[in-house]
């Protein structure tokens, strides 16, 4: 019976050792991976101090979704927490100076992850073996051109809390949006101011001239209107291409206006067509500053529900 106590005894400081050396490694390897994240993170600020895009792009993949950063003259890690059995968040203070010149303090949080975590894709191996998945506070949303495109649309809301990572998404997708209502309003304006009563009055051997009429049936109101006139002879062949004026005045919605053209050349044209040179930067104008959007449009694209064009 002494025997078999004795044994007994030294199986359970067996395990109880085991137990303990075994609980010392977790929490060894737990402080080493924490150190780890923790120079991530530290290496990734003083990268974006710098403004060095590689030195950012190292521990930080995605970074060159986020078009836009606050800045970052210092920063103070605050703290770290483990998020399950991976990672890391860690959360910083970014010092910077604004444009007034007043020190802003803003909270940065990044979620920082081991390069075998599925969320990672990994180009360039890093020396901690640690990288940034997403981030809060980083992106600097209003500052991006289409950001009250993006806000009108609903693509962007306030009230949302989003990550860098999730509001650059959302960004992308009102760029996409702008080249929808873009493309829709081009359209509209190809289909509905109307060019028509053109005649060529004149057409010498070097020499034509004409006028025609162009409607404006669309709600639009434009600050002038160009034209390309195509001109081609008996035989259907192009000859030649002018452009120029139809007017440098507002052209508003519901007007008609009679223009006059004139073009030289060295062959005869029999006949001539039109085709109006809508100001691409003018449409995008529009489109961003019109007032009829309700905030649903962002949904209804990402839904496939607005109407095909």
């Known amino acids: 019976m002494n025997y078999i106590r004795k ?3 030294i199986i359970s400081e067996i395990i109880f050792i085991s137990f303990f050396i075994f609980s010392v490694f977790l929490n060894s390897c737990s402080t080493s991976k924490e150190n780890m994240a923790k120079t991530t993170a530290s290496s990734f600020l003083v990268a974006l101090q710098k403004q060095d895009m590689s030195g950012m792009r190292i521990y930080y993949p995605d970074i060159d979704n986020i078009e836009v950063f606050f800045a970052c003259d210092t920063f103070v890690i605050n703290h770290i927490n483990p998020i399950d059995e991976n990672g ?3 959360k910083a203070s970014n010092y910077y100076l604004n444009e007034s010149k007043d020190i802003v303090v803003k909270e940065v949080i990044l979620f920082i992850y081991p390069d075998d975590y599925n969320a990672i894709s990994v180009n360039i191996k890093n020396n901690t073996g640690f990288y940034i998945t997403d981030s809060y506070g980083l992106c600097s949303w209003k500052n991006y051109p289409h950001y009250e495109f993006a806000r009108n ?3 962007i809301n306030d009230k949302l809390i989003l990550s860098d990572q999730q509001a ?3 960004l992308r997708v ?6 929808y209502f873009s493309k829709r ?4 304006m190809e289909n509905n101011i109307i060019v028509t009563d053109k005649r060529l009055i004149s057409k010498d051997l070097n020499h034509a001239m004409g006028c025609a009429i162009v409607i404006n049936n669309t709600e639009f109101s434009l600050p002038d209107l160009k034209y390309v006139i195509t001109y081609y002879d008996i035989d259907n062949k192009k000859v030649a291409e002018d452009s120029g004026w139809i007017t440098q005045e507002p052209f508003a919605s519901g007007d008609t206006l009679k223009f006059n053209f004139e073009t030289n050349f060295n062959k005869k044209a029999t006949d001539a067509t039109f085709k109006l040179d809508f100001d691409l930067e003018l449409i995008l104008q529009f489109v961003m500053d019109d007032d009829i959007y309700t905030g649903d449009e962002y949904v209804a694209f990402i839904s496939r529900k607005l109407p095909d064009i």
């Open 174 to 179: 009102a760029k996409d949006l702008l080249f």
């Open 7 to 9: 044994v007994s005894t």
């Open 185 to 188: 309003m081009h359209n509209e």
């Open 168 to 170: 650059v998404h959302r």
């Open 88 to 90: 890391f968040q860690i």
């Open 153 to 155: 649309t609903g693509c």
